[in-house]
């Protein structure tokens, strides 16, 4: 596997975790789902099994690496933003079910632009290796 494989496998990744991130995103709307009295408690972490644990470091883990990459995203031009969100919704799906709207003829030039662009602030957020 050549350097530039195993880069975009790791691109690939963390802008699965980040697009994973942003879907997870819910508006406060209305009233809040907790009294005020109650609102900030929170229970100890010994009576939680491992399972719930370990939900709850992957939930800390993905919430850190989007808040990191989400500034590089918003950075991007509209065209490479549209091509990442196309390609990630692909790579979670699973299957090629979602087409670029806006340019489906440039969407892998797109995409593979958008990644070279966010490389050095993947980098220097150390969210990927510089091999």
């Known amino acids: ?6 880069a975009a496998d790791e691109i690939d990744a963390v802008l699965t975790e980040w697009y994973e991130w942003s879907q997870a995103y819910e508006p406060a709307l209305g009233h809040g789902r907790a009294s005020a009295s109650c609102r900030d408690f929170k229970i100890s972490n010994q009576w939680m099994d ?7 470091v992957d939930r800390q883990l993905r919430t850190a690496t989007g808040e990191a990459v989400d500034p590089l995203i918003q950075k991007l031009s509209l065209d490479h933003r549209v091509a ?19 340019n489906p003829s440039t969407q892998d030039a797109d995409y593979a ?17 510089g091999v």
């Not at 491992?50 to 709850?56: A, C, E, F, P, W």
């Open 1 to 6: 596997m050549t350097t530039s494989a195993i």
């Open 50 to 56: 491992y399972d719930d644990l370990s939900d709850t």
């Open 84 to 102: 990442v969100m196309t390609a990630v919704r692909n790579f979670v799906a699973g299957a090629a079910v979602f087409r670029n709207p806006r």
């Open 113 to 129: 632009e958008a990644k070279r662009v966010m490389r050095p602030g993947l980098l220097a957020k150390s969210l990927i290796r």
